[in-house]
C-alpha cells in the first residue's frame, strides 16, 4: 500500500525568509500524481502544488517550488519569501492516477511564520 | 464560481443517535469524495462516487456509516448510532475528472459526539 512520510510535525521560518518542507512517499508504481495542500484555521484544504512523475521538471507557482526526486521518492515543498499568510498545516499527498482516485495523506506539518 | 459547501459547519451529538451530514459539490464536477480528519488517524479517505456508477465504500470504518449521492450532485454522509470515536471533522471534495484528480475540498464538518 501506497504510505506518505512527514517527518516534521511542525516547522517555523521568519517572514520574508525560505523554508523547506519534507515528504516522501512509497509506492511501486511509475506513473503517479503528488500534491501539496494547504490547511488553515478555517480548515478548508486549497492546493498548493501537484506534480505528476513523469514530468522531470519541478513544478513551480509563484512563490511555491518543489524539489521531486524520483528515485529517492522525495517530494519536498519549498516556501520563498513567507508571509504571514502562509501559516497553515501543510499536507503532502499521493495519488496513483488511472482508476485510483484516492488521495492519500501525510500526517501534515504545521508551518509557523514568525513576524 | 462556488466553491464545494459542507453543512453544518459544526455538529454536537450524544453518543448513539444518528447524524446527516452534506455536501454540495462544485456544479459540473461529476467526482465526489468523503475523507475524515481526526486527530490520532489523519486524513483518511472514507468513499467515492463517479457518475452514475456504483461508488467506491472501500474507506468506511463501519456499517454504521453510509452515503448517498442523489441526481449527480449533492451528498449526504450519515453515521448511525454514533460514538465517541466517531469524533472528527469530515471533509467533503469534489473534482470534474476522477482521472485528473485534483480534487477541490469543502471547509468541512466537525462532529463532536458526546
Known amino acids: 500500500a501506497q504510505t506518505v512520510t512527514q517527518s516534521q510535525p511542525e516547522m517555523s521560518v521568519q517572514e520574508a525568509e525560505t523554508v523547506t518542507l519534507s515528504c516522501t512517499y512509497d509506492?511501486?508504481?511509475?506513473?503517479?500524481?503528488l500534491f501539496w495542500y494547504k490547511q488553515p484555521p478555517s480548515r478548508q484544504m486549497i492546493l498548493v502544488i501537484r506534480?505528476?512523475?513523469?514530468?522531470?521538471q519541478n513544478a513551480t507557482e509563484n512563490r511555491f517550488s518543489v524539489n521531486f526526486q524520483k528515485a529517492a521518492k522525495s517530494f519536498s515543498l519549498k516556501i520563498s519569501d513567507s508571509q504571514l499568510g502562509d501559516a497553515a498545516m501543510y499536507f503532502c499527498?499521493?495519488?496513483?492516477?488511472?482508476?485510483?482516485?484516492?488521495?492519500?495523506f501525510g500526517k501534515g506539518t504545521l508551518l509557523t511564520v514568525n513576524p | 464560481g462556488a466553491g464545494v459547501s459542507q453543512s453544518p459547519s459544526n455538529k454536537v451529538t450524544e453518543k448513539g443517535k444518528d447524524v446527516e451530514l452534506r455536501c454540495d459539490p462544485i456544479?459540473?464536477?461529476?467526482?465526489l469524495y468523503w475523507y475524515r480528519q481526526s486527530l490520532g488517524q489523519g486524513l483518511e479517505f472514507l468513499i467515492y462516487?463517479?457518475?452514475?456508477?456504483?461508488?467506491?465504500k472501500s474507506g468506511l470504518p463501519s456499517d454504521r456509516f453510509s452515503a448517498e449521492r442523489t441526481g449527480g450532485s449533492v451528498s449526504t454522509l450519515t453515521i448511525q448510532r454514533t460514538q465517541q470515536e466517531d469524533s472528527a471533522v469530515y471533509l467533503c471534495?469534489?473534482?470534474?475528472?476522477?482521472?485528473?484528480?485534483?480534487?477541490?475540498f469543502g471547509p468541512g464538518t466537525r462532529l463532536t459526539v458526546l
Open positions: 462516487f463517479q457518475g452514475n456508477s456504483a461508488p467506491d
Open positions: 509506492t511501486s508504481e511509475s506513473d503517479y500524481y
Open positions: 506534480q505528476e512523475a513523469y514530468k522531470q
Open positions: 499527498a499521493y495519488n496513483s492516477g488511472g482508476s485510483n482516485y484516492k488521495l492519500t
Open positions: 456544479s459540473g464536477h461529476t467526482a
Open positions: 471534495a469534489s473534482s470534474l475528472r476522477a482521472v485528473y484528480n485534483e480534487q477541490f
